[in-house]
Nanobody
Framework: QVQLVESGGGLVQPGGSLRLSCAASGTIFSISNMDWFRQAPGDERELVATITSGGDTLYTEAVKGRFTISRDYAKNAVYLQMNSLKPEDTAVYYC???????????????WGQGTQVTVSS
């Protein structure tokens, strides 16, 4: 089984920065895409950023130029550096990882527990 543990959320003033971390552990044979999603109250969960196994990245338009996704292959970890935060970035942030627990097994998506990010003065 694959477990994901997130950390790094909190309360920050507009214009501030936070760095989210997500580490995968357990039985892992291979990881493909690693994602960050977010969900604000009353809204659907939306994809914020993706990083592929080859290191290619993709961002939703609202965070381009402010957020940076990265990964540590050795640690099976993904990070989200968030700069110039705005009140509209307030949400619960979830990491999602496409992983293959065993050789020959199908890839499945595993989720972190979520971490609250609040941007407010």
């Amino acid at each position: 089984q694959v477990q994901l543990v997130e950390s790094g959320g909190g309360l920050v003033q507009p214009g501030g920065s936070l760095r989210l971390s997500c580490a995968a552990s357990g039985t892992i044979f291979s990881i493909s895409n690693m994602d960050w999603f977010r969900q604000a109250p009353g809204d659907e969960r939306e994809l914020v950023a993706t990083i592929t196994s080859g290191g290619d990245t993709l961002y939703t338009e609202a965070v381009k130029g402010r957020f940076t996704i990265s990964r540590d292959y050795a640690k099976n970890a993904v990070y989200l550096q968030m700069n110039s935060l705005k009140p509209e970035d307030t949400a619960v942030y979830y990491c999602g990882v496409r992983a293959q627990p065993h050789s020959g097994a199908l890839y499945d998506t595993y989720w972190g527990q979520g971490t609250q990010v609040t941007v407010s003065s």
